[in-house]
């Protein structure tokens, strides 16, 4: 099932905790999956098995992204899935240093 | 998309993490949100649609911050030092609505009807209520999060509106989560009116880092507070730190803060000596400054640690010079700079300042977006960028004296006013003028048992500037009126010398 994602975005997962907010997202439909099954809207009910395959799993506060980092995604809360887009896995994208300005 | 996604996120990874200290009182992340929870519940069950602040930094800021986001209304602070009269008419404004205050302000407004008021303690006790179920948070990113009366030194306070959306992006893109080490602390000091209270909250938050909270600003107390808390970072506004300079100097004493890492400042200018003195002092800390608007949620360029170092070590002008800067854009927004007409001006020319991206809201309670067509916010402040995208602020375009359709900055004629040895402070303003317009005036204080003619001063600018820029008239004053945070209050100064009728014949 492809959905259009935008800055803001909040998806969970339907087999395990995983909760995300899209950063950023180029224009178009993806298919987003986490722990083998399509991820769900906060509001969303749904079930199923998690895929022993794809249980890499997901940590709370790290930006997931594309190869060309056109599509960053973060963790809100942590789970046990992996997150797959478009059928590729997202990759952690190293957190930045910056300095603390407030 | 809600900013209270930040503190859940920091109470699931560090339940047990001191959140928060003030005084001898402390916060875990758990107890920050049960206590926000709690109180959102009372705010939802009193139909408010704002949930106001009227008090000193406690930690019923940060709870109240959170629990506006939870109960999904807009959180307004108020700033404690305005007149009965003044909170009164803001109240009116914002009603109905639930207003936190401290035990010295419990007195200092009106009740009416849609106003609940809890007091403080109220507040801090609700760490102890039973959390039932989390509450479903509001998703909608357009949801207006903070509501925050800008200082109104030009005239009545506008609101300024925060939506879930900028703070958010602010918040994601300029912080990593968890970022803090657990011994790390930051001291806040900005009162939580002011939008770098506000930011300290959620960047402090979602980097998990501990905030020592101080009540009202005084460079011992911060001193000794930073060392009893073992600070590693502090954000202090440019008199705050001028303050802990000459505390310093005036002592003779080093600051010896062994666990202080990095001072971010911003809010106001900076001057050259004080950060300069400031460097010295506290050698081998990590300086940034931050330049940022209540409209823009908070920073949006950034002279960080490594370049304040360039600057000062450096032979080059142009690399020295930096230091005098607000750095550059962070990677999360863009800068303009444009002219009058509104056309983009190439690298060191002077216009007006320009930002643009998601956390930009720009935009005011009643007179609605000040955004343009393409996105951009016209800060009112003047400024130039150099070829490197260094971003150099000359002072607020309201501030322009414009003498026969000349435009005078009053930062370059302080700033030569400052030069002569017995000036100590100097503010200068436009006056009604009927052949010109407006015309320049000054506003000087001298240092302790000095003199000088009005004649000396007027000779001085004109020696160095032109004849456009010499003040017709000097207002001499013991001091200068400021706010609390150091903005210089022009609309006084200007009212001061209508009043005495310092006015000389046209030169």
């Known amino acids: ?102 | 998309m809600n900013i209270a996604m930040i503190l859940d996120m920091a109470a699931d990874s560090f339940p047990e993490r001191t959140a928060l200290q003030c005084g001898d009182d402390r916060f875990s992340y758990s107890e920050l949100r049960v206590a926000a929870r709690a109180l959102a519940r009372h705010v939802r069950a009193a139909g408010a649609a704002h949930l106001a602040l009227l008090d000193v930094n406690s930690p019923a800021a940060p709870i109240a911050i959170f629990a506006a986001a939870y109960a999904g209304v807009a959180y307004a602070p108020l700033n404690y030092r305005l007149t009965p009269e003044e909170i009164n008419e803001l109240v009116a404004r914002i009603a109905p609505a639930c207003i936190i205050a401290g035990p010295e302000h419990l007195a200092r407004f009106d009740g009416r009807d849609e106003l609940s008021v809890i007091a403080r303690d109220t507040v801090l006790a609700m760490r102890t209520a039973s959390d039932a179920e989390a509450p479903s948070l509001g998703e909608d990113p357009r949801a207006v999060a903070v509501l925050l009366f800008t200082s109104g030194t030009t005239g009545k306070p506008k609101a300024a509106i925060l939506r879930h959306e900028n703070l958010l992006s602010y918040i994601v893109g300029t912080v990593e989560f968890a970022a803090a080490d657990e011994q790390d602390a930051i001291a806040v000091a900005v009162p939580p009116y002011h939008i770098a209270g506000i930011s300290a909250v959620l960047s402090s938050t979602y980097a998990c880092r501990r905030m020592v909270q101080l009540e009202n600003f005084d460079a011992a107390a911060w001193l000794a507070a930073c060392r009893e808390h073992r600070v590693s970072n502090a954000f202090l506004v440019p008199t705050m730190l001028s303050r802990v300079v000459e505390y310093l100097l005036a002592a003779d004493a080093r600051p010896d803060l062994g666990s202080l890492r990095a001072i971010a400042y911003g809010g106001g200018k900076m001057p050259q000596s004080t950060i300069e003195s400031a460097m010295r002092l506290f050698d081998g800390v990590d300086f940034t400054n931050a330049y940022g608007l209540t409209e823009t949620s908070s920073t949006v360029a950034v002279l960080g640690p490594d370049e304040h170092r360039m600057a000062i070590t450096s032979e080059d002008p142009q690399v020295r010079r930096r230091l005098s800067s607000v750095g550059r854009a962070t990677g999360a927004v863009e800068i303009q700079v444009r002219d009058e007409a509104g056309v983009e001006l190439p690298p060191e020319s002077l216009g007006l300042v320009f930002v643009r991206g998601p956390q930009v809201s720009g935009e005011y309670d009643s007179l609605g977006s000040q955004l343009d067509s393409g996105g951009w916010f016209p800060t009112r402040d003047r400024g130039y960028l150099d070829a490197d995208g260094y971003l150099y602020l000359d002072g607020r375009a309201d501030d322009v004296i414009v003498r026969g359709g000349e435009n005078i900055s009053p930062g370059e004629i302080e700033d030569v006013l400052l030069t002569h040895p017995a000036v100590a402070d100097a503010a200068v303003v436009a006056i009604p003028d009927e052949q010109w317009g407006e015309a320049v005036a000054a506003a000087v204080v001298l240092k302790p048992g000095t003199r000088v003619a009005e004649q000396e001063l007027q000779d001085l600018v004109r020696e160095r500037l032109r004849s456009s820029r010499v003040p017709q008239a000097i207002l001499f004053k013991s001091e200068l009126p400021y706010n609390d945070l150091g903005k210089v209050l022009r609309r006084v100064i200007r009212q001061d010398i209508a009043r005495t009728g310092a006015l000389g014949a046209a030169i």
């Open chain 1, 1 to 102: 099932m492809a959905i259009t994602l935008k800055a803001g975005t909040r998806l969970k997962s339907a087999v395990c905790e995983t909760q995300v907010m899209v950063i950023k997202a180029a224009a178009g439909e993806y298919a987003v999956q986490c722990g083998g099954a399509a991820m769900l809207a906060p509001n969303e009910d749904g079930a199923g098995e998690l895929d022993p395959a794809q249980a890499g799993g997901t940590l709370i506060g790290k930006r997931y992204v594309n190869a060309d980092e056109s599509i960053e995604i973060l963790c809100t809360k942590g789970g046990k899935g992996s997150l797959v887009l478009d059928g590729v896995p997202l990759e952690v994208k190293q957190a930045k240093q910056l300095p603390s300005s407030d």
